[in-house]
């Protein structure tokens, strides 16, 4: 892009018989010279709905992410994008009910973008009354609209507030019952394009006593291996620990469970990124969540690693006993 602007201003300074001889393409540099107007993603919708979760999404999928920005100045950031020089092609902006102050400029932004050609899309987080209430409940914080009144005063007053832009929204996403997982594919569904996305898999090991993880999509159970639970001298340590590893490892058919479970989550991950699915939960269970189910995912952790799946480790459980 620079170089083609270099062209285009020697074009200019030439004498006008130097001119005559690229006339031709003349036009097609200054075409070339026009800075690339950046694709623009608005998000907004309902405090509690999974802004900032459709905000990461995008940002993990390389777009240039502004939370909270001002409407007014949204046709500022997509000027600035465009002069670039391609580093920023695609950018999101959070709009919510915090920048309220200004959310009446949206609409005259929104004509300033159609004016300018700027290739844009709304997306909207809707969930449910009772959905919304439970999250804000869970995390004891108020609604940015309620004022001295409940949670529900306001969540319908920030309905009718976004009432008409919802109206114009080109992509709804209902998360009244979607986990954290499932919104970010259904984002990466419409946003991840035609190239092959990466998958990413969390491994978290947990004790069936204390319930199957909700946003598992894959579940182990190493309940079929001996417990070192009744092994005094490896109770007081966890699967982390080497001696406990080796214990489980050594057992009849673990290092063939783990092998043959790795060669099956390889036929699930291709089948995965074929579908767009990026995200996976794998969770691996024993009683208490302390020793089998620990050094299993360790294990099984560091072989989706190895095979290029980013892998995040978590141990839900250890420790509550």
Avoid at 93 to 108: A, K, M, Q, Y
Avoid at 244 to 273: C, H, M, W
Wanted: with cysteine; glycine share 8%; charged share 30%.
């Amino acid at each position: 892009m620079t170089q083609h602007a270099h062209e285009h201003r020697n074009d200019r300074g030439r004498a006008d018989g130097a001119e005559d001889v690229s006339t031709g393409s003349t036009n097609e540099k200054a075409e070339a010279a026009t800075p690339a107007i950046p694709e623009l993603v608005i998000i907004s919708g309902m405090s509690g709905a999974g802004r900032s979760t459709a905000a990461k999404c995008l940002e993990d999928l390389g777009w240039f992410v502004v939370d909270n920005l001002p409407p007014a100045l949204i046709p500022t950031m997509v000027e600035l994008g465009a002069r670039s020089q391609g580093n920023v092609a695609r950018i999101a902006v959070v709009v919510d009910v915090r920048g309220r102050r200004f959310f009446d400029n949206l609409r005259e932004s929104l004509a300033d973008l159609e004016a300018k050609h700027v290739t844009r899309r709304i997306v909207f987080l809707e969930s449910s009354d009772d959905a919304l209430v439970r999250r804000f409940e869970s995390v004891r914080r108020p609604h940015p609209l309620q004022g001295d009144g409940r949670i529900v005063d306001g969540i319908a007053a920030e309905r009718d507030l976004l009432r008409e832009l919802r109206g114009d929204a080109d992509l709804v996403i209902d998360t009244s019952s979607l986990n954290v997982h499932e919104l970010r594919a259904k984002m990466d569904a419409q946003f991840a394009g035609d190239e092959e996305p990466e998958l990413r898999a969390t491994v978290m090991s947990f004790g069936f006593k204390y319930g199957l993880p909700v946003d598992a999509d894959l579940v182990v159970d190493c309940r079929f291996l001996p417990n070192p639970h009744w092994v005094p001298e490896l109770r007081p340590f966890t699967g982390l620990n080497e001696e406990v590893s080796d214990y489980v490892f050594d057992q009849p058919g673990a290092k063939e469970f783990l092998n043959q479970y790795t060669e099956l989550l390889q036929l699930i991950a291709t089948g995965y990124r074929r579908e767009g699915k990026r995200y996976v939960t794998i969770a691996v269970g024993c009683t208490g969540g302390k020793h089998r189910s620990v050094a299993m995912s360790e294990k099984l952790a560091a072989r989706l690693a190895t095979e290029g799946i980013e892998t995040v480790l978590v141990h839900r459980d250890m420790g509550r006993e």
